[in-house]
T-cell receptor, first 112, second 115 residues
Framework: DGGITQSPKYLFRKEGQNVTLSCEQN?????MYWYRQDPGQGLRLIYY???????QKGDIAEGYSVSREKKESFPLTVTSAQKNPTAFYLC???????????FGPGTRLTVL | AQSVTQLGSHVSVSEGALVLLRCNYS??????LFWYVQYPNQGLQLLLK??????LVKGINGFEAEFKKSETSFHLTKPSAHMSDAAEYFC?????????????FGAGTRLAVHP
């Protein structure tokens, strides 16, 4: 079955550490996205990529970094510069030019 | 820029009652509108979408939404709530006209269904 996988489901990190969240899709979609979800705030776009080796900042990119070396993969690194990283992180993908986005199951990151 | 407003962060209904979740949007062009559902600690699942083909859109799990241009609304309804409908619901509008189309989300409405 085609879909998006995110790992791990739960992640704990000590303050000052970088951590990388995985996102893989087998939908053959060109565009991929990372969102952050906080209670009562909906989803906010962190980064997006329309094609391999290219990506753009979203609305809240500070303290995050991404790479897009393969069409199927779009990992997100939460750096120590992110002041409040505890949140639920969602990865999504779509066809280029498509309106609908398909979402992965999410990773819940907790900073201890 | 486009925006989405969901009225009511929490809605509570009895099992079997009508579900009405409100969504208003702002857009300078004909919009593409979506409703997504999120169960606890899960990703978002598409319920239904409006793409200008018909103003009344039917989705999964018995949900439907009506696009009203004059009211800039896209409210989600279900005639009879089921316990399994308890979840968070997000309305979204698609912004963009080229290769990249951004989704703008509302803050979400948490639906509780009680016996």
């Amino acid at each position: 079955d085609g879909g998006i996988t995110q790992s791990p489901k739960y992640l704990f990190r000590k303050e000052g550490q970088n951590v990388t969240l995985s996102c893989e899709q087998n939908l053959n979609h060109d565009a991929m996205y990372w969102y952050r979800q906080d209670p009562g705030q909906g989803l906010r776009l962190i980064y997006y990529s329309q094609i391999v080796n290219d990506f753009q900042k979203g609305d809240i990119a500070e303290g995050y970094s991404v790479s897009r070396e393969k069409k199927e993969s779009f990992p997100l690194t939460v750096t120590s510069a992110q002041k409040n990283p505890t949140a639920f992180y969602l990865c999504a993908s779509s066809r280029v030019g498509g309106r609908e986005q398909f979402f992965g199951p999410g990773t819940r990151l907790t900073v201890l | 820029a486009q925006s989405v407003t969901q009225l009511g962060s929490h809605v509570s209904v009895s099992e079997g009652a009508l579900v009405l979740l409100r969504c208003n949007y702002s857009s300078s062009v004909p919009p593409y509108l979506f409703w997504y559902v999120q169960y606890p600690n899960q990703g978002l699942q598409l319920l239904l979408k409006y793409t200008s083909a018909a103003t009344l859109v039917k989705g999964i799990n018995g949900f439907e939404a009506e696009f009203k241009k004059s009211e800039t609304s896209f409210h989600l309804t279900k005639p009879s709530a089921h316990m399994s409908d308890a979840a968070e619901y997000f309305c979204a509008v698609s912004e963009g006209s080229g290769g990249y189309n951004k989704l703008i989300f509302g803050a979400g409405t948490r639906l509780a269904v009680h016996p």
